[in-house]
């Protein structure tokens, strides 16, 4: 059994790297939720949330919606533990307001489009 935990090791904190994800645009989408991610060189996944100001105008909103995200991530994390390691940013997209079970579904979605896209890129090569 793997652990399930999200350690600050595993937290996207560089602003390089943060800035190189947005440029780069990779992403897949599981409505209201955008998957940006890029393989990096380190040894662990790094993953960050974003839950934009202009879509949820209340902090307390956003904040609770990111620990939401963050959970959800948690949970599903061995969908993705056999890929090489990334920088994934999860970034609301959505209006709609959600509850955890949505939230939850949309994750596995796109982290199994993830798993999907990363598989196929490795075959082409």
Known sequence: ???QGFPKAEHLKSKKAIDELFLKRQSVKAY???LMYQQNTEQ????GFVVPKR??????????IKRQLREAYRIQKQEI???PPQD???????????SYPEIDK?????????KKETDEKETDN
């Open 81 to 83: 533990e056999k890929l």
């Open 106 to 114: 949309c994750v596995l979605k796109s982290l199994r489009q993830l």
């Open 1 to 3: 059994m793997t652990k």
């Open 44 to 47: 662990t996944h790094k993953v």
């Open 55 to 64: 879509l949820v105008k209340l902090a307390v909103n956003r904040n609770k």
């Open 88 to 98: 994934m940013m999860f970034v609301l997209i959505g209006k709609k307001h959600l």
């Open 32 to 34: 209201p939720i955008r």
